[in-house]
């Protein structure tokens, strides 16, 4: 089978080869563990979940690194404003470290609660500052670096193919003067370690050899990724907001620190979230969490359905009505398959089609047209074996059953519709059917009798 992957480094898809044999070096960019991450946030992570269980499908074995953010990630996203994780501190009158314990400890629950598969390591920023310090040391004395009042920078004309990535026009952006830069050299240039204003005032600062301060953002996940996947790896992936900054941040700061190009051979970007026709974000206010899903009587996994409805690169809309869709199709989907007899066979044929739409670019969309064409043949056999197999990539927990307790109110109102079926008042088996999914559940009248299943 021949895996293509669409690779943001040449805007093309491209036959996925990996560096070594069949090893995958994959790095993800994480969590910014000040609050709670939103369902905009997740969508990417459950693409890169679906891109290693893709990768294990075809036999690959990957190796994945995510950092955890817990300082030095700017209220700007660049060189400007508060500390994320200082300002969250503060608001919340506690110690930095326990914020972001905290909510990375709830991160790692909606992990579970979406079937995400977690990365073979985590690693915190604030656990490798001596790695950070040592990689703007190499890049200073390999000439990339200049000082400025408020920390340490990195000279972006100092790269000819700085912005390759975002397909950025350095040219344009110099001449854009008129935006103040402070002292920078550049517009683009961004900082790899900045002062503290007043030494002892911030929760988290260290000792450097060009004083007391903090990483820039930019600068853990190369320095992170280099100590846990070497200097060269295979894939990178993240946001599509990462691409114009953070991400072309790395690969300058790290071909220039290891002289490998490309630094990473594949990068791999998700689409964004909306909600109301704009970006869901915190600063939007326009927000929703795994655990506020719940209290609306969603299950995670709901969630995760209404993601894989549509492909990785491209926006969704998120809207109460889409996932109340993705929530009434999922229960179908498994009530389906739960009547479903096994006969120990795999379907070859539906199987193809499901390794063809997974290994185009991860279409998933498709992968879910495959599974539904082959529940509704009549004709296919090999259901029950051919949807485990699919479900290694979909993680949906499609064949686990779940214990259903029937409320009494539920079985009285059933018994009664029976009765009222026996006397052949369907007005009435009507009225109380309807009743009955009023509550939650349906009414399935079968051969062996009626059989109540949670909607």
């Not at 072309?248 to 002289?259: P, V």
């Not at 299950?299 to 409805?309: A, E, G, K, V």
């Not at 047209?369 to 197999?389: F, H, N, P, S, Y």
Request: aromatic fraction near 10%; charged fraction near 30%; include cysteine.
């Amino acid at each position: 089978m021949v895996l293509k992957l669409y690779n943001t480094l040449g805007r093309e898809k491209q036959e996925f080869v990996p560096i070594k044999g069949k090893t995958v070096k994959m790095y993800t960019c994480g969590p910014t563990v000040y609050w709670y991450q939103h369902i905009g946030n997740l969508r990417s992570y459950i693409f890169s979940d679906i891109l290693r269980r893709v990768l294990e499908y075809n036999k690959f074995k990957v190796k994945q690194v995510m950092n955890v953010t817990d300082v030095g990630h700017l209220t700007s996203d660049a060189d400007e404003g508060e500390d994320k994780m200082e300002k969250a501190a503060e608001k919340e009158g506690k110690k930095a470290k326990d914020i972001a314990n905290y909510y990375l400890d709830v991160f790692k629950q909606d992990f579970k609660k979406l079937n995400i598969s977690e990365p073979d390591i985590w690693c915190k920023a604030t656990k490798h500052i001596k790695e950070q310090i040592e990689l703007v040391k190499t890049l200073e004395e390999k000439g990339y670096t200049y000082q400025t009042s408020d920390g340490i920078y990195f000279d972006t004309s100092k790269l000819r193919d700085y912005g390759k990535l975002a397909l950025l026009n350095t040219a344009l952006l110099q001449a854009g003067k008129r935006v103040s830069m402070g002292e920078k050299k550049n517009k683009t240039d961004f900082a790899l370690w900045k002062f503290s204003e007043q030494p002892g005032v911030r929760q988290q600062e260290w000792k450097s050899p060009w004083g007391i301060g903090f990483p820039g953002w930019h600068i853990e996940c190369s320095a992170m990724s280099s100590k846990y996947l070497g200097k060269q790896f295979d894939i990178h992936t993240g946001g599509e907001d990462h691409i114009a900054v953070h991400h072309t941040n790395e690969i300058a700061q790290s071909e220039a620190a290891f002289g490998k190009m490309p630094w990473v051979k594949y990068w791999l970007h998700g689409a964004f979230l909306t909600f109301d026709g704009e970006k869901m974000s915190k600063s939007s206010g326009k927000i929703a969490t795994i655990a506020e899903l719940e209290s609306q009587g969603f299950r995670p996994l709901h969630y995760r359905y209404f993601i894989l409805t549509g492909h990785y690169k491209k926006q969704m809309s998120f809207t109460n009505e889409n996932l109340e869709n993705a929530k009434n199709s999922y229960q179908r989907l498994k009530n389906i398959i739960k009547e479903l007899k096994d006969d120990k066979k795999e379907n070859k044929e539906y199987l193809k089609k499901f390794e063809n739409a997974i290994n185009n670019d991860l279409n998933m969309p498709e992968a879910l047209q495959v599974l539904w064409e082959m529940i509704r043949d009549t004709k296919a056999k090999g259901k029950i074996k051919t949807i485990k197999k699919m479900d290694e990539v979909f993680g949906l927990d499609l064949l686990k059953q779940e214990k259903l307790d029937i409320p009494e109110e539920v079985k009285e109102l059933a018994e009664k519709r029976q009765l009222a079926r026996k006397n052949k008042n369907w007005e009435e088996s009507d009225k109380l059917r309807d009743e009955i999914k009023e509550l939650g559940y349906q009414v399935n009248d079968t051969p062996g009798g009626w059989k109540i299943t949670k909607l």
